[in-house]
């Protein structure tokens, strides 16, 4: 086996090591670069679509699908419209993320994309990867694989599951108002659990109709697809209609501390950072504003892993995550609570982990304070045990 060295290696193109290779594709401080992107996989599916809000424009807008004004929220007999000026929410298909950031990279002479499976990663000074094929050093490594500690479950961190199936349908009549989409929907779910429907029109005769639910263990096949149905007839009032494409995936929700599994210069990105984020399960913008920040540190030589999370949010996440753990029914009540209560501004503002205390204290003032009160304590005693 030859070696090969490098002074940053990526390892994995997905959603986070791509926005990251972007990022440094982007800037010139790393035109003198060697840096090495390790994918296992040829990146040519269109395996998931990420949807995200956004103030105005933003980076992706030529790659966007679509993206939508306005939205509904439904719980039993409640309607919330939705009015998200200035926000956007917008919808990416992965293949275009894929394309466009492969082509660019490509196009780089301080990239070399090489398709690897890599093994492992072992913390010498140079950092050496191994690949199935070849041994790589680099200065440097960003590291998309989950930790194997997440795999071990005997702690007591919660973990959730984000898991979905969705199908883009057609209708052979206008069927859809591409101005709105249904941001949660909780009249249909799965008895006594966390879940919803989100509909995403793309055109007045295709949507992406999608099942959702945050819960510990998945459903069989059918089921998913047996509320995708019900839900399209009974509240879509749609009777015919033609499946062009189909989705399905798992999305981890844990206050694992996947940073600490980062050390020194090899740090881990996308999930197995921690960047989705728990409660929600999103982690598109996180991509984006996280590979900026890594850019910074590694520019003003910080430590790299500062900044990336913010400690009163993840406090917030762990919380909420283990109330929806603990009464997993309840969660409608909660999402109900949130969407009736505070402005969709005031909501994607905290999601993004970007409000200040006194609207936090606003935010957490709206919901019943006793699921809260025992999650503090459940964690406070747990944290305590640990130490
Ligand atoms: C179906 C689906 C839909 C989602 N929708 C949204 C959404 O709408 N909005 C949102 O914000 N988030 C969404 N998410 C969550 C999150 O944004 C994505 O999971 C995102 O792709 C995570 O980025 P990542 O880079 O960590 O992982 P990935 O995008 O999965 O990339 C990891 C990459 O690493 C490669 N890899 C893994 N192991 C190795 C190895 N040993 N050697 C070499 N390469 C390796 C993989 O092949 C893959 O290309 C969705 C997730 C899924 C699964």
Not at 184 to 199: I, N
Not at 353 to 378: G, V
């Amino acid at each position: 086996m030859s070696t090969l060295h490098y002074n940053i290696a990526i390892i994995g193109a997905g959603a986070a090591g791509l926005h990251l290779a972007l990022a440094m594709y982007n800037d010139p401080y790393f035109r003198d670069h060697r840096i090495l992107i390790l994918e296992k996989s040829a990146k040519d599916q269109n395996d998931r679509t990420w949807c995200f809000w956004e103030k105005g424009e933003g980076l992706w807008d030529d790659l966007i699908q679509h993206s939508w004004p306005q939205g509904d929220f439904f719980y039993k007999d409640n309607t919330v419209p939705l009015a998200l000026t200035p926000y956007r929410y917008k919808m990416l298909r992965s293949i275009d993320f894929y394309e466009f950031a492969k082509k660019k990279i490509l196009s780089g002479s301080m990239f070399h994309w090489v398709e690897e499976d890599v093994q492992s990663v072992t913390n010498e000074t140079p950092i050496q990867i191994n690949g199935l094929k070849t041994v790589y050093t680099a200065d440097i490594v960003f590291d998309s694989r989950i930790p194997n500690e997440f795999m071990q479950t005997k702690d007591s961190y919660t973990r959730l599951l984000q898991h979905f199936k969705g199908w883009v349908i057609r209708t052979n009549y206008d069927a859809f108002d591409t101005d709105r989409f249904t941001i949660m929907d909780f009249r249909l779910g799965w008895p006594e659990t966390t879940s919803f429907t989100y509909v995403l029109p793309l055109n007045k005769r295709e949507a992406l109709v999608e099942f959702t639910l945050f819960t510990s263990s998945l459903l069989q096949k059918n089921d998913y697809e047996q509320v995708l149905q019900n839900y399209i007839r009974k509240y879509l009032k749609i009777q015919e209609f033609e499946i062009v494409e189909q989705e399905q995936g798992v999305i981890p929700m844990s206050d694992f501390p996947f940073e600490k599994y980062s050390n020194g210069n090899h740090i881990h990105i996308g999930t197995g950072g921690g960047w989705v984020k728990p409660s929600t399960g999103y982690s598109f913008k996180n991509c984006e504003r996280n590979s900026r920040k890594l850019i910074e540190n590694l520019k003003l030589k910080r430590p790299l892993n500062v900044g990336l999370h913010k400690r009163k949010f993840r406090i917030y996440d762990t919380l909420f995550l283990d109330i929806l753990y603990r009464q997993n029914e309840f969660g409608p009540e909660l999402f109900n609570t949130m969407y009736t209560k505070i402005s969709v501004q005031t909501i994607f503002a905290f999601l993004d982990d970007q409000t200040n205390f006194k609207q936090d204290l606003f935010i957490l003032s709206r919901f019943p304070r006793k699921p809260f009160l025992i999650s503090i304590f459940k964690k406070i005693t747990q944290r305590w045990n640990r130490s």
